[in-house]
């Protein structure tokens, strides 16, 4: 199973936790620093498209460690529940293409 590992400690604003996902995901140059952009990226993970450096199988699920995750609600709350938000997001869009869902959100 496919692990992107985010480290709460190192998140402190959305500045931050827009870089740190850029690199742990392995994003492309032109990633906007947005949730939009996040959800684009990570939306379509079986299809090969380099947007991330995860591509999974028809069936694999990416699970996303968050790290210190109570530091990081500490600090930005507001980017946990966005974080909740969008992974759900993209697990409805899997099911409305009768797909498994692709992403798992693991807050430790």
């Avoid at 199973?1 to 850029?22: K, P, Q, Y």
């Avoid at 991330?52 to 995750?69: A, G, K, N, R, W």
């Avoid at 530091?71 to 899997?94: T, W, Y």
Wanted: charged share 25%.
């Amino acid at each position: 199973m496919a692990t992107a590992r985010l480290n709460g400690e190192l998140i402190t604003d959305w500045d931050s936790f827009h870089a740190h996902c850029a690199a742990v995901f392995g994003f492309p140059e032109f990633y906007g620093n947005n949730m939009n952009a996040w959800i684009d990226c990570l939306s379509y993970l079986r299809d090969d498209d380099g947007m991330s450096q995860f591509v999974l199988q028809p069936d694999e699920v990416l699970t996303i460690e968050v790290t210190h995750s109570d530091k990081l609600r500490q600090a930005a709350p507001e980017i946990i529940d966005e974080l909740q938000f969008c992974v759900a997001m993209i697990n409805e869009r899997c099911e409305d293409y009768e797909e498994a869902a692709t992403l798992k959100l693991s807050l430790l």
